[in-house]
């Protein structure tokens, strides 16, 4: 079984990241299993806690979860032109203790959206920014810059537009060759 992890950018009830992920979550074929990993609940990245060994329990929890990952499918909204920075913490904790860092060679892939026209393209290139250095091999194409997310979600929260789904489906198919590729 190989697993994915999905780290949604945003902590609202109702938010539209999570709908959407939710969605793509369906999307994996057979042989492919999806976790939502909370990062909600993680304390700002403080390296004290490492180096006088006092680290937080969200820490070791989440660093301990992620270790058993394969690949990690951020899903975000984009906050005043950049990634939220729930988003960026995971990132941090995730990386330390120097040396320990559980994103070194995941596969990853990223979906921003917006309810707004741009798709949160601002977000969704800079996150690529820290995986590049976290030593992550990032889907390149297709990139998915999903615009106008509330329109296209319906009172239960699914794609309700043919095209996004058919896109959605396309991008994971992609992320799923990514992911073989890494692993062979
Ligand atoms: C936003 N929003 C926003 N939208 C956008 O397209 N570009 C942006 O730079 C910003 N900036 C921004 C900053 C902050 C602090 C908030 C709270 C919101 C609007 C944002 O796209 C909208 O609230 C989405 O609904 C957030 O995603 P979720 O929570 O629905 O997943």
Do not use: C
């Amino acid at each position: 079984m190989t697993k994915v992890a999905i780290l949604v950018g945003s902590l609202r009830k109702e938010s539209f990241s999570k709908k959407i992920a939710v969605n793509v979550a369906g999307m994996f074929p057979e042989g492919y299993e999806t976790e939502f990993v909370d990062i909600g609940d993680l304390p700002l990245y403080n390296q004290d806690y490492d180096d006088e060994g006092n680290v937080p329990e969200a820490y070791t929890t989440f660093r301990n979860t992620m270790k058993e990952m394969d690949a990690v499918l951020f899903v975000t909204p984009e906050y005043n032109r950049t990634i939220p920075a729930t988003i960026k913490n995971a990132l941090d904790v995730g990386s330390r203790p120097y040396g320990a860092s559980v994103w070194d060679g995941k596969p990853a892939a990223i979906i921003s959206q917006s309810p707004g026209n741009i798709g949160g393209f601002g977000a969704n290139h800079h996150l690529r920014q820290p995986l590049v250095f976290l030593n992550m091999p990032i889907l390149q194409q297709p990139e998915a810059y999903i615009s106008n997310s509330a329109e296209l979600l319906d009172e239960n929260g699914k794609i309700n537009n043919e095209g996004t789904v058919q896109f959605l489906q396309s991008f994971v198919n992609a992320f799923v060759d990514l992911i073989k590729k890494v692993k062979a």
